[in-house]
């Protein structure tokens, strides 16, 4: 089964300061991975998504991840923060299955911009 | 917005009971996906159904049932209401190919139940 981890459950950072989300993944199967936001009081909106094509993910809003097979890590990053970015952050991965193909979320990680 | 509708947005009932909760996929998506959000829970998979057929089924609970309509939306009913199941109830839907794993899955607005 598959599983994903995400470290620190809160991110404190100023406007303007680099933004990284980190994520770790377990499958036994070549994944593909997602970074969703969560504003509040809404539904979850994709970043972007890694399907295996590129290890280096554009997604919107000027974020980015970086797919690492060997280190099994799939951390979201934007350079610059902005007060618009204050929202939970959710690192998430599907397998190819006969069961379907369910997300599994990892704890999410609230992210706090600070002018 | 993300083209998925979900009804009622807020939900306030007590234990013992029974709801319904309504979900209206993006024009054309063939799968409907429902998940749990809850604090001690977090993000759960409940199930998911394509094209009115149950596909998978995730930590769902034997009190919660759910179908999909020939039009494709899909409801979700939840009886004999507990405390622990106060939590936001979201849908989601994805593009209408095969159903795969690297299908964008896109998420209503949720439903929010609380249970007095």
């Known amino acids: 089964a598959q599983s994903v981890t995400q470290l620190g459950s809160h991110v404190s950072v100023s406007e303007g300061a680099l933004v990284l989300l980190r994520c770790n993944y377990s499958?036994?199967?070549?994944?593909?991975l997602f970074w969703y936001v969560q504003y509040p009081n809404q539904g979850l909106q994709l970043l972007l998504k890694?399907?295996?094509?590129?290890?280096l993910v554009k997604g919107i809003n000027g974020f980015e991840a970086e797919f690492k097979k060997s280190e099994t890590s799939f951390h979201l990053t934007k350079p610059s923060a902005h007060m618009s970015d204050a929202a939970e952050y959710f690192c998430?991965?599907?397998?190819?299955?006969?069961?379907?193909?369910?997300?599994?979320f990892g704890g999410g990680t609230r992210v706090l911009v600070k002018p | 917005d993300s083209g998925v509708t979900q009804t009622p947005k807020h939900l306030i009932t007590a234990t013992g009971q029974r709801v319904t909760l309504r979900c209206s996929p993006r024009?054309?998506?063939?799968?409907v996906y429902w998940y749990q959000q809850s604090l001690d829970q977090g993000l759960q998979f409940l199930i998911q159904?394509?094209?009115?057929?149950?596909?998978a089924k995730g930590n769902i609970l034997e009190r919660f049932s759910a179908q999909q309509f020939p039009d494709l939306h899909s409801e979700l009913n939840l009886s004999s209401l507990e405390l622990g199941d106060s939590a936001l109830y979201f849908c989601?839907?994805?593009?209408?190919?095969?159903?795969?794993?690297?299908?964008?899955?896109?998420f209503g607005p949720g439903t929010r139940l609380t249970v007095l």
């Open positions: 024009s054309g998506d063939l799968s």
């Open positions: 499958s036994s199967v070549p994944p593909y």
């Open positions: 998430a991965v599907s397998v190819d299955s006969a069961a379907g193909n369910k997300l599994t």
């Open positions: 159904y394509y094209n009115g057929e149950e596909r």
């Open positions: 989601a839907s994805s593009v209408p190919l095969a159903g795969g794993p690297a299908d964008t899955q896109y």
């Open positions: 890694y399907t295996s094509a590129a290890t």
